[in-house]
C-alpha cells in the first residue's frame, strides 16, 4: 500500500512539474515556484564557464590512380608524414587517431570487370593541449603538401565535470531559493522528492573549417606573377597567414526542476 500511494505521489508530482513548468522557458520564467499540499516545486538554472583546453585538428588523406599499389603507397607515405610532423611538434602516440585506409575501385562498364583506377581514403586526428602546436603543424601540413585540412575544434577535454559543476550550480540555486521562500513562512525546506535535469548544449565551441582553411592555405602558400613584359617571372611574397580562430570561453548550462517536502 505504501509503495502504491509514495508511486502515485511521484506520478502526481511529475505532472506539476509539467504544469507548472512549460518546455519554453519564456512561459517558465515567472513560474519557478509553486506550492502543491504539503510541497514546494521550484526550478533553477545553472552555468559553468571555462577556457577551452583541447583542440581537436583533423586531415583528410586522398590518393588516386590505375595501380593499387602505387595509390596505396600514395596514402600511406601521406599518413605518415602527417604523423612525424606530429611527433616534430611533441605530439605523443596517445594524442594520434590514424585508423585504416580504405580502398575503393571504380570499374569501366566493359565485360572484364577492370578497376578503372582506385581511391585510397584516410582521416587522422591530432588531440592538442598546447595550442602554440596549431600554427607550426597547419603552415607545416600545406606547405609541405601532405594532407587536406578538415577542422579544427575547440573543446574542453573533461565535458563531464562542467556539466557536473552547471548541475551543482543548479541545484544549489535550487535550494537557495526553496529556503527563501519557505523563511517567510516560518517553514523549512524537507527531503528531495523528486527532480528532473536538463544539461544544455555547450556552447562557445570554435571551430574552423575546410572553407575558411582556403584562405590560410592562400596565404602561406607562394604566388608567382607574369612580369609586365611578359619576359619573365617575379616572384611575389605572400602576406601572412590570417590568425587562427581564438578559442572563445565555453558555457555549459544545466535547468533543474525540483520537488522537496515542506516541514
Not at 60 to 75: G, W
Not at 84 to 106: F, I
Not at 134 to 149: A, C, H, V
Not at 213 to 221: E, I
Request: aromatic share 8%.
Amino acid at each position: 500500500m505504501e509503495v502504491f500511494m509514495r508511486g502515485n505521489l511521484f506520478s502526481f508530482l511529475f505532472a506539476a512539474l509539467c504544469l507548472f513548468f512549460p518546455a519554453n522557458p519564456a512561459v517558465a520564467q515567472n513560474t519557478d515556484i509553486k506550492f502543491i499540499a504539503d510541497t514546494l516545486v521550484i526550478q533553477a538554472d545553472g552555468t559553468y564557464e571555462a577556457d577551452p583546453d583541447l583542440a581537436t585538428l583533423t586531415f583528410d588523406i586522398s590518393a588516386q590512380d590505375k595501380e593499387l599499389k602505387q595509390t596505396y603507397d600514395r596514402a600511406s607515405q601521406s599518413m605518415q608524414r602527417i604523423i612525424s610532423l606530429a611527433e616534430k611538434n611533441g605530439l605523443t602516440k596517445e594524442d594520434l587517431s590514424s585508423g585504416v585506409l580504405t580502398v575503393r575501385p571504380y570499374y569501366d562498364s566493359d565485360k572484364r570487370k577492370r578497376a578503372k583506377y582506385y581511391i585510397v581514403q584516410g582521416q587522422v586526428t591530432m588531440k592538442i593541449r598546447d595550442f602554440s602546436k596549431l600554427g607550426p603543424i597547419l603552415e607545416g601540413s600545406i606547405q609541405d603538401g601532405i594532407t587536406d585540412f578538415r577542422s579544427l575544434t575547440y573543446s574542453l577535454s573533461d565535458e563531464e565535470a562542467a556539466k557536473k559543476k552547471a548541475v551543482a550550480e543548479a541545484m544549489r540555486r535550487a535550494v537557495g531559493r526553496a529556503n527563501a521562500a519557505l523563511e517567510q513562512k516560518g517553514q523549512k525546506v524537507g527531503a528531495l522528492r523528486f527532480a528532473n535535469l536538463d544539461v544544455k548544449q555547450l556552447a562557445g565551441v570554435s571551430r574552423m573549417d575546410v572553407y575558411q582553411m582556403a584562405q590560410f592555405r592562400t596565404a602561406v602558400t607562394q604566388t608567382v606573377e607574369v612580369s609586365a613584359g611578359g619576359a619573365g617571372y617575379a616572384q611575389k611574397t605572400p602576406p601572412p597567414p590570417p590568425p587562427l580562430p581564438q578559442p572563445e570561453k565555453i558555457t555549459v548550462s544545466a535547468t533543474v526542476q525540483c520537488a522537496f517536502q515542506i516541514q
